[in-house]
């Protein structure tokens, strides 16, 4: 039967989420709690893969057991349970469904929504969790150059070249800076995205922000799919994984 968890996790300890030779990340970290529950090795399939250092409210993986466990609504509360107390305190677990068996953690999903977090005055209580940016921002304008990514559809120049994409075609539904309370949040919503896409974004608008180029050069470096024209990719700290959307007809209740 195959499950899916629903987690949260507070990257800064960790080398992102895909599991990697001799460091620390969440999947392996997930892994060894499923593993030490259960009794049993088990492999954890994630949604997508978090850079180092990048936090998610909310994350999705799938891990299958074998037929002869088979867990119940109460069966699941009490192993949600158990597994955080397992786990450190820094990913939490907070439900697990049972999903047909072709339901992917990656695959299946059909929209992605990340928060990138901004600070315009010093603040030791987000320091962890923002970037800060002590110059005038033009926000007018980096929300124009964000509406312009939303009519766009190859993000070639906010990729490293050759990651292992078979295209850098992404469709972008939302794109949208707000102010709250000397607070910037950049909020967007695709069905998919590249590696470091959205940092690379954030930092080139930001770059923008300061007039540092015109909105020509922005649409000419979305043109030119040339990752070395765009700006610096933003710190992975201020970087949240918000929200996974999946089909509802891939959940199964349990009995």
């Known amino acids: 039967m195959r499950y899916f968890i629903k987690l949260s996790y507070k990257g800064t300890n960790y080398f992102g989420w895909q599991k990697q030779y001799n460091s620390n990340t969440v999947q392996s970290t997930v892994e060894n709690a499923l593993s030490v529950y259960f009794r049993l090795p088990l492999k954890v399939t994630g949604a997508g893969r978090t850079d180092t250092g990048v936090h998610a409210r909310e994350f999705f993986a799938h891990f299958d057991l074998p037929d002869n466990i088979s867990l119940s609504d109460i069966d699941i509360q009490k192993t949600v349970y158990s597994l955080n107390g397992i786990l450190p305190p820094d990913i939490k677990i907070i439900d697990l469904f049972k999903v047909i068996r072709s339901a992917h953690a990656r695959f299946s999903a059909i929209s992605r929504t990340y928060r990138y977090y901004i600070i315009t005055k010093p603040n030791p209580f987000l320091n962890d969790f923002s970037w800060f940016v002590p110059f005038p921002l033009n926000t007018n304008l980096m929300n124009y150059l964000a509406n312009l990514l939303i009519q766009n559809k190859d993000f070639s120049a906010f990729t490293k070249k050759n990651y292992n994409n078979k295209n850098n075609v992404c469709n972008l539904n939302y794109a949208k800076w707000e102010n709250k309370k000397n607070i910037l949040i950049f909020t967007i919503t695709s069905d998919r995205f590249l590696h470091n896409m959205v940092r690379a974004i954030v ?53």
Request: glycine share 10%.
């Open 203 to 255: 930092g080139t608008l930001i770059d923008a922000g300061r007039e540092h180029i015109t909105c020509d050069e922005f649409i000419e470096i979305i043109k030119s799919g040339n990752r070395s024209k765009a700006g610096s990719s933003a710190p992975a700290k201020g970087l949240f994984l918000e929200k996974i959307e999946y089909p509802p007809d891939i959940y199964i209740n349990c009995a």
